[in-house]
């Protein structure tokens, strides 16, 4: 198992999309074995069906990560705030949470 994990990871140490491409094509192909467990083949299948977005991340090298995270972070404190109504509140308890607020802005709020 630790071999396919460093396989996975090594990846993204390549730079040529090409060879990214032949990578995954190779990796998946051996991961979808039927000697390996149920979730080791289901990996091969995601990185099948997924190797053009992969192989787009090596040409361009950019990710939406920050952005995902950003997302489930307002939506945890959504879930939190258990259906917060006030959209300025709600708003003050995102920027407090990301950590960077704008004090300037927040100096205006007065929370209701």
Do not use: C
């Not at 979808?32 to 192989?55: F, M, N």
Request: charged share 25%; hydrophobic share 35%; glycine share 4%.
């Amino acid at each position: 198992m630790r071999n396919r994990q460093e396989a996975t990871r090594e990846l993204y140490a390549h730079r040529d999309p090409e060879l990214a491409q032949q990578w995954v094509d190779e990796l998946s192909a051996d991961m979808r074995d039927p000697s390996y467990p149920p979730e080791v083949q289901q990996l091969g299948r995601t990185l099948r069906t997924w190797r053009t977005q992969i192989a787009a991340w090596h040409q361009a090298q950019v990710t939406n990560g920050p952005t995902e995270s950003m997302n489930n972070l307002i939506k945890r404190i959504k879930r939190v705030a258990f259906g917060m109504t006030n959209f300025t509140n709600w708003r003050t308890r995102v920027l407090l949470y990301a950590g960077r607020p704008n004090w300037t802005r927040l100096a205006t709020v007065t929370p209701a």
